[in-house]
Nanobody, 115 residues
């Protein structure tokens, strides 16, 4: 069955960096576009970044442009989210998503940015 397992979340101070990983199984990862979403308390889930199957094209939410980088290693069936210059407003549960039909979500990983 399809599984998406996120890791790498944690508590960091403003300005610090964190890298999230999402390892996939149960489908042909290398031909699937992927994305990272986040959901803060009391807010709707929002798209953070997305990447095409070969990694040749990426797209970011305006709020994270220039600070976050999405990448993938198809040999490891893993998609990453490098997050730099973190701000308190980046605090959320981060989810990876297989975006093509049928879609699947990971269980999420908590990122907390606080001094």
């Amino acid at each position: 069955q399809v599984q998406l397992v996120e890791s790498g979340g944690g508590l960091v101070q403003p300005g610090e960096s964190l890298t999230l990983s999402c390892t996939a199984s149960g489908f042909f990862f290398s031909i699937q576009p992927m994305a990272w979403y986040r959901q803060a308390p009391g807010r709707e889930r929002e798209l953070v970044a997305q990447i095409t199957s070969n990694g040749g094209s990426t797209n970011y939410a305006d709020s994270v442009k220039g600070r976050f980088t999405i990448s993938r290693d198809n040999a490891k069936s893993t998609v990453y989210l490098q997050m730099n210059s973190l701000k308190p407003e980046d605090t959320a549960v981060y989810y990876c998503k297989k975006t093509s039909f049928p879609t699947y979500w990971g269980q999420g990983t908590q990122v907390t940015v606080s001094s």
